[in-house]
């Protein structure tokens, strides 16, 4: 079983910045490819960036290119979303997931991910 714990989350200007974490516990988490989803308000769950097991594939929603930064440390189990240039509509809750397949693919595709965090919020005034 893994659990995940996302941290980091807070109310932040449009045009600020900020960086999420998720910390990992149990599983092989040096194996999983990782991601980010968020939630706003009345809307369905969307994909955000995720990582491949070793950090060298990435996957990004369009609409956060070139401002969301997604890595991750396999030494300390952890995964990270650096987020700049934010936007209201940045303004979500937004969840930390590991896929649990030894080195699976870094999809978009919700329904691969196995863990889930509870979620972090994020709230970007205009």
């Known amino acids: 079983q893994v659990q995940l714990v996302e941290s980091g989350g807070g109310l932040v200007q449009a045009g600020g910045s900020l960086r999420l974490s998720c910390a990992a516990s149990?599983?092989?988490?040096?194996?999983?490819?990782m991601a980010w989803f968020r939630q706003a308000p009345g809307k369905e769950r969307e994909f955000v960036a995720a990582?491949?097991?070793?950090?060298?594939?990435?996957n990004y929603a369009d609409f956060v290119k070139g401002r969301f930064t997604i890595s991750r440390d396999n030494a300390k189990n952890m995964v990270y979303l650096q987020m700049n240039s934010l936007k209201a509509e940045d303004t979500a809750v937004y969840y930390c997931?590991?896929?649990?397949?030894?080195?699976?693919?870094?999809?978009?595709?919700?329904?691969?991910?196995?863990?889930w965090g509870q979620g972090t919020q994020i709230t970007v005034s205009s």
């Open positions: 997931a590991a896929n649990g397949a030894p080195y699976s693919n870094p999809t978009t595709n919700a329904r691969a991910y196995a863990y």
């Open positions: 149990g599983g092989i988490f040096r194996t999983y490819a």
């Open positions: 990582i491949n097991w070793s950090g060298g594939i990435t």
